[in-house]
């Protein structure tokens, strides 16, 4: 669980929190249900890259590899340590007993671009490969020390293109498991095979993988392509009964909510379970069976899978499918619907074009071809959008409610309703 600014962070930390942020309390009972469900939390907390909900801020903006961009943080710094240290031991208080922490370290872009960097680079021996190692080993060090019964994971892109030689003399692999990383349907089978047997012969004992279900084929994606993650999942298979025996520890199955910190929600949760329920019963039978196939559609109380029954109210049982089917409403038809309209009614393109709304000018006989379908559309998504903010505000803050809204209605349900008041002024009445 990637908490990042949700964590309840005390002390020079507290102004870490988000708006809603949740409580220490509030962290226990997601820790106590997952345990009474059968589930272990391993906390991630972002060490090194991906610290933007950090370095935006501007106590710890000195704290930055290159001062322009708030993603990466400086390893030379003290302080930095120092703050990943007191970050670590926050999240640590509140998972006693967690067997392992992700520590994150991907995508550390920037690294060495810094100039206390591109002085220490200066040295002959010295890379950028060294100077990750260096950060990496710190910060599983402390975990070591201060956590003993805790195995820090890393994500692996950085350590991927490193000599073998270099890893295994950085003391690394003794400290860290790496987590392989590939989210694309068409995964390279061959070259995760080469991966895992290069960590293994650098002296890591043990690797996990990690697919995706949600969260990786766009950042602004909506609806939940299924047959992206579910060829993802297989080819992870595949590497898995390719690659050397017993290497693999687990694999991850991520659900990404935004690409980083300053990116738009990507799909919801709720969106997602379908696709989940798919990927976990195919890993679990080693393929999308018959028999998988049915499980899912138990679980999930579905007769079908395919994405436009989920738009058919009661189609599904689980918690969160109101949100899935109003969801899936939009996401196939509101955007698309207005788009035909405005781009593909000849009448709107050839007597209401821009330059005729901006003069509030039309044709009477093109307004029967006009009018009606407008107020068709903006009347249909007029009447869902509260009953989608009440099924939304359920289950998600305030602020997250508005974000998805206003990225993902309301630009198309403005377009409708400036048509329509362009139109009713244009025949001389009030708009709507």
């Not at 002296?203 to 990690?210: D, E, K, Q, S």
């Not at 974000?403 to 362009?422: C, F, I």
Request: glycine share 6%; aromatic share 8%.
């Amino acid at each position: 669980m990637e908490y990042e600014d949700m964590f309840p962070y005390e002390g020079r930390l507290k102004l870490l929190r988000a708006q809603h942020a949740y409580s220490p309390s509030e962290v226990r009972a997601i820790l106590h249900l997952a345990r009474q469900h059968g589930l272990e939390v391993i906390p991630l907390l972002q060490t090194f890259g991906h610290m933007e909900f950090v370095l935006k801020h501007g106590a710890f903006a000195h704290l930055r590899e290159v001062a322009l961009f708030p993603s990466t943080l400086n390893p030379h710094e003290p302080e930095s340590l120092a703050l990943v240290g007191a970050m670590v031991d926050q999240v640590m208080e509140l998972h006693q007993g967690a067997r392992w922490l992700h520590i994150g370290c991907d995508e550390v872009y920037y690294l060495g671009e810094g100039e206390a960097s591109k002085q220490w680079l200066q040295q002959e021996q010295n890379s950028a490969a060294t100077l990750c190692l260096s950060h990496m080993r710190a910060v599983a060090s402390h975990v070591r020390a201060r956590h003993p019964d805790t195995t820090p994971l890393v994500w692996d892109d950085m350590l991927r293109d490193m000599p073998e030689g270099l890893l295994e003399e950085s003391g690394v692999p003794q400290l860290v498991e790496p987590v392989l990383w590939d989210y694309r349907a068409d995964l390279d089978v061959p070259s995760k095979v080469v991966l895992m047997e290069k960590f293994r012969a650098c002296g890591f004992p043990r690797l996990w993988a990690a697919s995706a279900f949600k969260g990786a084929t766009g950042a602004h994606q909506a609806l939940t392509p299924a047959e992206h993650h579910l060829r993802n999942q297989l080819q992870w298979l595949e590497a898995v009964q390719a690659g050397p025996a017993g290497a693999l520890q687990g694999i991850v199955l991520t659900g990404w909510q935004r690409y980083d910190h300053f990116a738009v929600l990507c799909e919801l949760l709720p969106v997602a379970i379908p696709t989940l329920a798919i990927c976990l019963q195919s890993l679990l039978h080693g393929s999308f069976s018959e028999e998988a196939k049915a499980t899912v559609q138990s679980c999930l109380g579905v007769s079908s899978l395919d994405l436009t029954d989920f738009t058919r109210e009661g189609a599904c049982s689980f918690p969160g499918s109101d949100i899935l089917a109003l969801v899936t409403q939009v996401g196939l038809h509101l955007r698309s619907s207005v788009e035909a309209l405005l781009d593909g009614n000849r009448y709107v393109t050839g007597w209401f074009s821009p330059y005729h709304r901006k003069r509030k000018v039309i044709h009477p006989v093109m307004v029967p071809h006009i009018q009606p379908e407008a107020l068709s559309l903006l009347g249909r998504w007029a009447t869902l959008l509260p009953e989608l903010e009440a099924a939304l505000t359920r289950v998600f803050y305030p602020d997250a409610v508005e974000e998805w809204l206003e990225e993902n209605v309301h630009p198309s349900l403005q377009k409708l309703q400036s048509l329509a008041q362009d139109l009713s002024q244009a025949i001389g009445q009030p708009g709507p």
